[in-house]
């Protein structure tokens, strides 16, 4: 995966949207006005994505290329080295968890106006 396709991915995801409010270089992506993936636009090695505490240790334990959150929670977020033997596949599922974690924590009316926005029937 490469910065491009992994902008592209993010900005598939309903409602998503892109800005660069740490630096010029650091492409972050949210929905709803909340983060769920950063990555460095110059040197793509490597994006953050939030996730479950308990499965973020997990994913470490298992897989040498991720590791814990760079310059973000420990506990709440992983970064994930795209230079390793991770199939695209995976990649793709951590951004798409990460989504889906941050959505489920929207407050109800964010959820009701996603739902509206994008006409999506449901979220968990």
Partial sequence: MDVLEFRDYCLS???????TPFDEDTLVFKVMGKMFAYAGMGNFRWFNVKCDPARAIELRE?????????????VHWNTVRTDGDLTEAFLREQIRNSYNLVVAKLPRALKAELVNLQNISAFD
């Fill in 13 to 19: 995801l309903p409602a998503t949207t892109e800005c």
């Fill in 62 to 74: 298992v897989y040498p290329e991720v590791l814990p959150g760079y310059h973000a929670s420990k």
